[in-house]
């Protein structure tokens, strides 16, 4: 059987957001909190602790966004779960780390995930489109709990999200042709800060009517550990930005394309700091080299299948562009849980779930 995600659409005030979206996504929040609940205790923080932190986070986001905390508070009364549950679903990575410089008892590394992302501008492209696209790899157990969610706002732009169940936002683009996707990494300025949630960032983000916003939502939100975010634009921008907790690298497109991975690549990034993730993920290197040169060999006629095709790639399997399920030092199993593609000039996203099994996709459009 063919296999979607669901879409979730929502609308009205924060608060009528985020009741409609905590109604509609009761279940697969309820498994999502299932599914954390014993990840943080494998890692070595037992729930209620972790949900006592995530209730510190509570005045923190209030004060970043009050309009985000009020939806978020509403998801909570929707799906009747507790607001520091919510909190955590948003929170999770940064509760860890936050934590980590407290007791170094939390096996951290295994809450960083893997993916490989790439955008192609017009002048790459066979259509004169932006494509912008992404391999999701995580607990392959995840994928029941992802949904599309499609906001309307009437006071910012329309937003189309693929995200875990109870989060505000994580990979997507709105109707003002801004698109995002993010990549995890791991660096030795990483721990010990109270950052915002990388959700509440994204859909705040994803808020913006226009590019230079959204970077500066970026640039100035507190953050708690390293990631790289790829941030674009359909009418031809694109930009890589490498974050750690002390300071913001940045990477152009070359020829029109751009590509990351889940390691550093600015020079002055590699100068600065140690790189920790690849010791976990060496891989990295080779996934975000062969997408960059499969890319390049069809400059100029990139299309929805060539990124596709890109994204199958299963050289150096189980350790491949498309991850198959194996188990990374530590013991957590990763896998690609969906290949995403968008074509941000027409705001459309294609999402495969499981692709390593057989990749079927469904097309989401917003508007």
């Not at 995530?54 to 009050?66: I, K, M, N, S």
């Not at 790459?124 to 392959?140: E, F, K, R, S």
């Not at 953050?223 to 930005?241: K, P, Q, T, Y």
């Not at 013991?331 to 459309?348: F, H, K, P, Q």
């Amino acid at each position: 059987m063919k296999r979607s995600f669901p879409l979730i659409s929502i609308s009205g005030s924060p608060s009528q957001r985020g009741e409609s979206y905590g109604r509609q996504a009761a279940a697969q929040i309820a498994l999502a909190i299932d599914i954390y609940r014993g990840e943080f205790q494998r890692r070595g923080m037992y729930w209620p602790e972790a949900l006592r932190l995530a209730g510190e986070f509570l005045g923190t986001l209030r004060d970043y966004d009050p309009i985000l905390s009020e939806e978020m508070e509403a998801i909570a009364h929707g799906a009747d779960r507790s607001v520091q549950e919510i909190v955590l679903l948003n929170a999770r990575t940064e509760v860890m780390f936050w934590k980590e410089k407290k007791a170094r008892t939390v096996d951290i590394e295994q809450m960083i995930e893997e993916c490989t992302s790439a955008v192609a501008l017009p002048e790459a492209t066979q259509d004169g489109h932006l494509l912008h696209g992404q391999n999701w790899d995580w607990n392959p157990a995840c994928v029941d709990l992802a949904v599309v969610l499609e906001i309307r706002q009437d006071d910012a732009p329309d937003i189309l999200t693929f995200v875990e169940a109870g989060q505000l936002a994580r990979h997507g683009l709105n109707s003002e042709g801004i698109a995002l996707t993010a990549m995890g990494l791991h660096s030795d300025r990483d721990y010990g800060r109270m950052g915002i949630p990388n959700p509440m960032i994204r859909r705040k983000m994803l808020g913006c009517r226009n590019l230079g916003e959204a970077m500066s939502v970026l640039t100035n939100s507190a953050r708690s550990f390293s990631h790289c975010l790829i941030l674009s634009h359909a009418d031809g921008e694109a930009f890589s930005f490498e974050t750690t907790p002390d300071e913001v690298y940045w990477l152009e497109p070359e020829d029109g394309i751009l590509v990351h991975a889940n390691h550093f690549k600015s020079t002055v990034a590699m100068a600065q700091l140690k790189d920790l993730n690849l010791g976990r993920s060496p891989d990295s290197l080779y996934r975000d080299s062969r997408v960059r040169r499969a890319l390049k060999a069809a400059e100029g006629s990139i299309s929805m299948e060539t990124f596709r095709q890109v994204f199958s790639d299963e050289f150096g399997k189980p350790n491949s562009v498309l991850r198959h399920p194996a188990p990374r030092p530590g013991g957590m199993i990763s896998a690609t849980l969906a290949t995403l593609i968008m074509d941000t000039t027409e705001r459309i996203m294609w999402l495969a779930p499981t692709p390593f099994k057989n990749a079927h996709f469904t097309e989401y459009r917003l508007g």
